[in-house]
């Protein structure tokens, strides 16, 4: 996480947003998966973006604590444009889960922070 972190923190002091990677690729409206310490980040900086978190996607949706809709993986998930994996370390196997019940397209926040 601290690789991850770290480049975050640069783009912040250069004045970036992860918005600009969600607006460059098409990207409208999102759900997050993983509401830890790094899916809540993400919220608080896109929440108030052109960028739609329409809902958030967690093992254990009672322990949220933001003003967003947390639903499990095994309920049905609304269209959106992109679904981001916070839990970078087990991206793969999350993926990998996700793409038997979607076909939305899945990235992980790692891809997003290192490919702006």
């Known amino acids: 996480y601290y690789n991850l972190l770290n480049q975050w923190l640069i783009h912040k002091q250069e004045s970036r947003?992860?918005?600009?990677?969600?607006e460059a690729q098409g990207?409208?409206?999102?759900a997050?998966?993983?509401m830890g310490e790094l899916g809540q980040r993400l919220y608080n900086?896109?929440?108030d973006s052109s960028v739609n978190v329409k809902y958030?996607?967690?093992?254990n949706p009672e322990g949220s604590y933001i003003d967003l809709e947390v639903i499990t993986s095994e309920e049905k998930m609304e269209e959106v444009d992109v679904i981001v994996v916070t839990a970078i370390y087990a991206f793969?196997?999350?993926?990998?889960s996700l793409s038997e019940q979607t076909e939305m397209k899945i990235i992980s926040l790692?891809?997003?922070v290192f490919d702006m």
């Open 17 to 22: 947003s992860l918005t600009e990677y969600f």
């Open 27 to 30: 990207y409208q409206s999102i």
């Open 32 to 34: 997050i998966y993983g």
């Open 45 to 47: 900086e896109l929440k």
């Open 56 to 59: 958030a996607i967690d093992k």
């Open 92 to 96: 793969d196997e999350i993926n990998q």
């Open 110 to 112: 790692e891809d997003v």
